[in-house]
């Protein structure tokens, strides 16, 4: 299964939860493991509980901080 997503911004956190459930809930399976993947270089996955919002801005405020998005790259 394929999910393609649209973000907002340079850096931005997306849940999706509710597309993977659906997707894992679609094949019938009911025990296992559900791998979740990114294959490119400039997106990735997290796990958060996203209990506290304030994590999420933490992790976008340190990111952007280390990676800044107009650092002078040249690629």
């Known amino acids: 299964?394929?999910?393609s997503l649209k973000t907002r911004s340079q850096t931005e956190?997306?849940?999706i939860t509710a597309e993977v459930r659906r997707a894992v809930s679609g094949?019938?399976?009911r025990e296992?493991?559900?791998l979740v993947s990114v294959p490119h270089t400039t997106a990735g996955v997290t796990i958060n509980e996203?209990?506290?919002p304030s994590v999420a801005a933490d992790i976008?405020?340190?990111l952007n901080q280390m990676v800044?998005?107009?650092a002078g790259y040249r690629h």
């Open 68 to 70: 800044p998005w107009q």
């Open 27 to 29: 094949t019938g399976v």
């Open 1 to 3: 299964m394929e999910l």
């Open 13 to 15: 956190l997306v849940d």
């Open 32 to 34: 296992g493991l559900c």
């Open 50 to 52: 996203a209990a506290d």
């Open 60 to 62: 976008l405020m340190v």
